[in-house]
C-alpha cells in the first residue's frame, strides 16, 4: 500500500498509545496522599468493581539492567550488582502484604507479566525465590498467562529452567534490529544466533508461546534491511511479534542524546517501513490486532479479537477484559475500573515509602463517569477497529449521535482521506485507517482537546 506523504505530513503528531484512558500524564501527584489514605482506609474492594467474578492482573517491574541501551525509555536502573535484586525482593515481597492485608479477595490470577528492566538480570536463585512469593500468596493455576520479558543475550539454560519451574508459558524476547550497523548505532549488539538459541531454550522447557518484540524508526534503518530483519524473525515462527515505533525523545530520555539525529530515517521512510512489514507479516499467515501487534491465527490474542475480550492495559494489547491490574515494583501501575494508581519512580523512594507501612504510590486518578465512557469508544476503537453505536447507546442510555455530535463532525476529514466508512449506526476502519488508528481515537479525548499538552507523547505516524 502506498500512503500519499501529504497524509502523514498532516497527521504526523504527538500523541497517545491509549494503553490507558485517562493517560499516564493525567495522574495526579498532588492529592494521591489524600486519596490513598482514603482508599487504604477502607480497604481495596471499593476501589475494584463490585463484579466478583473478575480475577486479577498482575504486573511486576524488574527495573535492573546490566547496560545502557541508548534507544530504551523504560524505567531502568543500570548495575552489575547482582545483590540489588535480593534488596529489591525485599521489599517487593512487604509491598505485596500491604496490598494483600487490604484486600478482602484477590480472586483467580488470570495473567502476569514481568517486565523491566530485564526480568533475566535476576539469577536462577533469585527467580525461584520470586516464584514462590507470587505462588503463597496468589491463585495461580495451569490457566494463568504468565509472561516474562527476556533479553536473549541473558537467558542461559538454568535460568530458562528457573521461569519454567515457577509457571512462565509466554516469552517477550527484545530483538529490536537484526542489522549490525543499527545495533551498533543503539548499542545492543544481538546476532542473529543468540535470539536463535534463546527461542530453541524457552520451548525446550516448555515455554511454547514466544512474542518477539521489533522497534522501526531506529538511527541507520530502512525499508530493506528492516523487511529483512522482519522475514529472517518469521523463521523462528513467533506466536506474536510486536512492531513498535521508536519514539525520539531526547529531552526526556537522556540516553537518547547519544544517538546521531542524522541517521534517523525521515517519518516516510518510517512509515515505509510499518506499512511493508505488516503487509509481509499478513501475507505470512499473522493476523494483525491492532495498531503494532501481530499474531497467529491459533493465538489467544487472535481469539481474543475475535470474542470481543480484547483490551489494552498498561502493558499494551491484552486476552483479558474484565481483570483488575495490580502493579508491584518502581513505577508500576494498577489499574483498576475507576481508579489508576502508580508507584515511586525513583528507588530510593519507593524503598522509603514502603519502609514506612505505606503504599509505594506516588500518582493517583479516580475516573468519573464521563472517562469510563470515553475510555470505552476510545478502546472500541483500538481493540475493534469498529464503534458500534448502539452498544455503547445500550450500556450508557446515551443517543451516540447527540453525545458525541462534534467528534463525529471531527471524523469527516478523515472519512474523506479515505481512514473509515460510516454505516448505518456505526463506523468501520479501513486497512489505511488502521494505520492512523491513535489519531482517531484522539478525536474522542477530552483531554487532548481542553488543551493539555501533547509533548510527553510519541508522534502517531
Same mark, same amino acid.
Given at each position: 500500500?502506498?500512503?500519499?506523504?501529504?497524509?502523514?505530513?498532516?497527521?504526523?503528531?504527538?500523541?497517545?498509545?491509549?494503553?490507558?484512558?485517562?493517560?499516564?500524564?493525567?495522574?495526579?501527584?498532588?492529592?494521591?496522599?489524600?486519596?490513598?489514605?482514603?482508599?487504604?482506609?477502607?480497604?481495596?474492594?471499593?476501589?475494584?468493581?463490585?463484579?466478583?467474578?473478575?480475577?486479577?492482573?498482575?504486573?511486576?517491574?524488574?527495573? $535492573?539492567?546490566?547496560?545502557?541501551?541508548?534507544?530504551?525509555?523504560?524505567?531502568?536502573?543500570?548495575?552489575?550488582?547482582?545483590?540489588?535484586?535480593?534488596?529489591?525482593?525485599?521489599?517487593?515481597?512487604?509491598?505485596?502484604?500491604?496490598?494483600?492485608?487490604?484486600?478482602?479477595?484477590?480472586?483467580?490470577?488470570?495473567?502476569?507479566?514481568?517486565?523491566?528492566?530485564?526480568?533475566? $538480570?535476576?539469577?536462577?536463585?533469585?527467580?525461584?525465590?520470586?516464584?514462590?512469593?507470587?505462588?503463597?500468596?496468589?491463585?495461580?493455576?495451569?490457566?494463568?498467562?504468565?509472561?516474562?520479558?527476556?533479553?536473549?543475550?541473558?537467558?542461559?539454560?538454568?535460568?530458562?529452567?528457573?521461569?519454567?519451574?515457577?509457571?512462565?508459558?509466554?516469552?517477550?524476547?527484545?530483538?529490536?534490529?537484526?542489522?549490525?550497523?543499527?545495533?551498533?548505532?543503539?548499542?545492543?549488539?544481538?546476532?542473529?544466533?543468540?535470539?536463535?538459541?534463546?527461542? $530453541?531454550?524457552?520451548?525446550?522447557?516448555?515455554?511454547?508461546?514466544?512474542?518477539?518484540?521489533?522497534?522501526?524508526?531506529?538511527?541507520?534503518?530502512?525499508?530493506?534491511?528492516?523487511?529483512?530483519?522482519?522475514?529472517?524473525?518469521?523463521?523462528?515462527?513467533?506466536?506474536?511479534?510486536?512492531?513498535?515505533?521508536?519514539?525520539?525523545?531526547?529531552?526526556?530520555?537522556?540516553?537518547?542524546?547519544?544517538?546521531?539525529?542524522?541517521?534517523?530515517?525521515?517519518?516516510?521512510?518510517?512509515?515505509?517501513?510499518?506499512?511493508?512489514?505488516?503487509?509481509?507479516?499478513?501475507?505470512? &499467515?499473522?493476523?494483525?490486532?491492532?495498531?503494532?501487534?501481530?499474531?497467529?491465527?491459533?493465538?489467544?490474542?487472535? +481469539?481474543?479479537?475475535?470474542?470481543?475480550?480484547?483490551?489494552?492495559?498498561?502493558?499494551?494489547?491484552?486476552?483479558?477484559?474484565?481483570?483488575?491490574?495490580?502493579?508491584?515494583?518502581?513505577?508500576?501501575?494498577?489499574?483498576?475500573?475507576?481508579?489508576?494508581?502508580?508507584?515511586?519512580?525513583?528507588?530510593?523512594?519507593?524503598?522509603?515509602?514502603?519502609?514506612?507501612?505505606?503504599?509505594?504510590?506516588?500518582?493517583?486518578?479516580?475516573?468519573?463517569?464521563?472517562?469510563?465512557?470515553?475510555?470505552?469508544?476510545?478502546?472500541?476503537?483500538?481493540?475493534?477497529?469498529?464503534?458500534?453505536?448502539?452498544?455503547?447507546?445500550?450500556?450508557?442510555?446515551?443517543?451516540?449521535?447527540?453525545?458525541?455530535?462534534?467528534?463525529?463532525?471531527?471524523?469527516?476529514?478523515?472519512?474523506?482521506?479515505?481512514?473509515?466508512?460510516?454505516?448505518?449506526?456505526?463506523?468501520?476502519?479501513?486497512?489505511? &485507517?488502521?494505520?492512523?488508528? +491513535?489519531?482517531?481515537?484522539?478525536?474522542?479525548?477530552?483531554? +487532548?482537546?481542553?488543551?493539555?499538552?501533547?509533548?510527553?507523547?510519541?508522534?502517531?505516524?
Amino acid at each position: 500500500m502506498k500512503i500519499p506523504f501529504d497524509l502523514v505530513r498532516r497527521y504526523d503528531q504527538p500523541g497517545p498509545r491509549y494503553t490507558s484512558y485517562p493517560t499516564a500524564v493525567e495522574f495526579d501527584g498532588e492529592s494521591s496522599l489524600s486519596a490513598m489514605k482514603t482508599i487504604w482506609g477502607v480497604g481495596l474492594e471499593d476501589a475494584r468493581t463490585s463484579d466478583h467474578v473478575r480475577g486479577l492482573s498482575i504486573y511486576l517491574h524488574l527495573p $535492573f539492567c546490566r547496560s545502557l541501551c541508548w534507544y530504551c525509555g523504560c524505567n531502568k536502573v543500570i548495575t552489575r550488582n547482582p545483590t540489588a535484586a535480593d534488596v529489591y525482593l525485599d521489599y517487593l515481597e512487604k509491598e505485596m502484604d500491604l496490598w494483600l492485608n487490604r484486600m478482602a479477595s484477590n480472586g483467580p490470577v488470570r495473567q502476569i507479566h514481568f517486565g523491566g528492566g530485564t526480568p533475566t $538480570f535476576l539469577n536462577p536463585s533469585q527467580l525461584n525465590r520470586l516464584g514462590g512469593m507470587l505462588h503463597q500468596r496468589f491463585s495461580i493455576d495451569n490457566d494463568t498467562e504468565f509472561s516474562v520479558e527476556i533479553d536473549p543475550r541473558h537467558s542461559e539454560p538454568d535460568r530458562v529452567a528457573a521461569l519454567a519451574n515457577m509457571g512462565c508459558n509466554r516469552a517477550s524476547l527484545g530483538v529490536q534490529d537484526l542489522d549490525t550497523d543499527v545495533q551498533k548505532a543503539i548499542h545492543r549488539i544481538q546476532p542473529f544466533d543468540m535470539t536463535e538459541k534463546s527461542v $530453541f531454550l524457552l520451548r525446550n522447557a516448555g515455554i511454547h508461546g514466544v512474542n518477539l518484540d521489533l522497534i522501526y524508526g531506529l538511527p541507520l534503518q530502512n525499508r530493506s534491511t528492516f523487511l529483512q530483519t522482519i522475514q529472517k524473525v518469521m523463521t523462528l515462527r513467533p506466536d506474536r511479534l510486536a512492531v513498535y515505533s521508536y519514539a525520539h525523545l531526547p529531552d526526556r530520555i537522556p540516553s537518547q542524546r547519544l544517538i546521531d539525529p542524522e541517521t534517523m530515517p525521515s517519518a516516510d521512510e518510517k512509515l515505509g517501513m510499518f506499512v511493508e512489514s505488516s503487509e509481509s507479516l499478513v501475507e505470512s &499467515g499473522m493476523e494483525w490486532i491492532g495498531m503494532d501487534h501481530f499474531a497467529r491465527p491459533e493465538d489467544s490474542l487472535t +481469539r481474543a479479537l475475535s470474542e470481543g475480550s480484547l483490551q489494552r492495559n498498561f502493558q499494551g494489547y491484552s486476552t483479558e477484559a474484565r481483570t483488575d491490574l495490580i502493579g508491584f515494583g518502581v513505577s508500576a501501575i494498577s489499574q483498576f475500573d475507576s481508579l489508576y494508581l502508580q508507584n515511586e519512580k525513583e528507588l530510593d523512594l519507593y524503598y522509603d515509602r514502603i519502609d514506612r507501612g505505606e503504599p509505594a504510590v506516588a500518582k493517583t486518578l479516580i475516573l468519573h463517569d464521563e472517562d469510563r465512557l470515553r475510555r470505552e469508544v476510545i478502546m472500541e476503537v483500538m481493540c475493534r477497529n469498529e464503534l458500534d453505536y448502539e452498544a455503547i447507546e445500550s450500556r450508557w442510555g446515551i443517543s451516540f449521535p447527540v453525545y458525541f455530535e462534534q467528534e463525529l463532525e471531527r471524523l469527516d476529514p478523515m472519512e474523506k482521506d479515505g481512514f473509515l466508512v460510516r454505516r448505518e449506526r456505526m463506523l468501520e476502519l479501513t486497512p489505511l &485507517g488502521r494505520y492512523f488508528l +491513535r489519531n482517531m481515537a484522539m478525536v474522542f479525548d477530552a483531554y +487532548r482537546k481542553v488543551g493539555t499538552s501533547t509533548a510527553a507523547f510519541s508522534r502517531t505516524v
